[in-house]
């Protein structure tokens, strides 16, 4: 009889646990919801561009402007640097719903071992919410926005709009911005001409655009 009495203690306290974490979550959660900037605003996104000088045979000249930035629709994008960048930044892309929870859990466990965040659990969806809709601030509090905002943009865009914003808005180092404007300054060519080294090149860049750069690094032109 005590140790039935005791498992049912231990099985409502354990229940009593559940309950709170759930409604603490709950209550969390929509504070920071009604702080999120809408998603909507995605759906037609203004991308800052220089001007540009062409040749008659559509070469590029010069650009006027502080960074360079030629958007692209993700059906003009090569395959294969799609793969690069799928492969390099979340290769479980078209998988998750905006989430990857275990490349989550993998880096919290890595950062409560070791205090040092080496192990990114941050997909191109978070990414694209830190480039259009959040602050660059490091803080647990920007975290758990970036994974609702993601899961928002997941159930309102389909995968494909959400990889053209952020081919088209990642940082690629020296004031480039995008796939294109990075084919541009570092081998002054178009996406379709880049051979297969550099195009795995370039989808190498957003983890560390100013140490990977081929202008930093030439060795990584070759």
Do not use: C
């Not at 930044?89 to 880096?107: M, Q």
């Amino acid at each position: 009889m005590q140790n039935g009495n005791i498992l049912k203690w231990l099985a409502i306290f354990i229940a009593v646990i559940i309950v709170g974490i759930a409604a603490s979550g709950y209550v969390i959660y929509g504070h920071l919801a009604a702080e999120l900037p809408d998603v909507k605003t995605l759906r037609d996104v203004r991308y800052e561009v220089p001007l540009s000088i062409f040749s008659k045979d559509n070469q590029l000249i010069a650009q006027f402007g502080g960074n360079k930035r030629m958007p692209i629709k993700i059906e003009a994008v090569p395959k294969q640097l799609i793969n690069a960048f799928l492969a390099a930044e979340d290769d479980s892309f078209f998988d998750h719903p905006g989430v990857d929870y275990k490349g989550l859990i993998r880096a919290g466990l890595q950062l409560a071992m070791t205090r040092k965040k080496k192990q990114g659990g941050s997909t191109i969806t978070m990414q694209v919410t830190r480039n259009f809709l959040l602050t660059s601030e490091k803080t647990y509090t920007r975290k758990l926005k970036e994974i609702i905002l993601a899961l928002k943009i997941e159930r309102e865009y389909p995968k494909d709009k959400i990889l053209e914003l952020y081919l088209n808005q990642i940082y690629m180092g020296h004031s480039a911005y995008g796939i294109v404007a990075a084919a541009q300054t570092y081998y002054g060519k178009s996406l379709d001409e880049l051979t297969l080294a550099e195009q795995a090149m370039i989808a190498g860049l957003p983890k560390a655009p100013s140490a990977y750069n081929p202008v930093t690094n030439q060795e990584r032109a070759l």
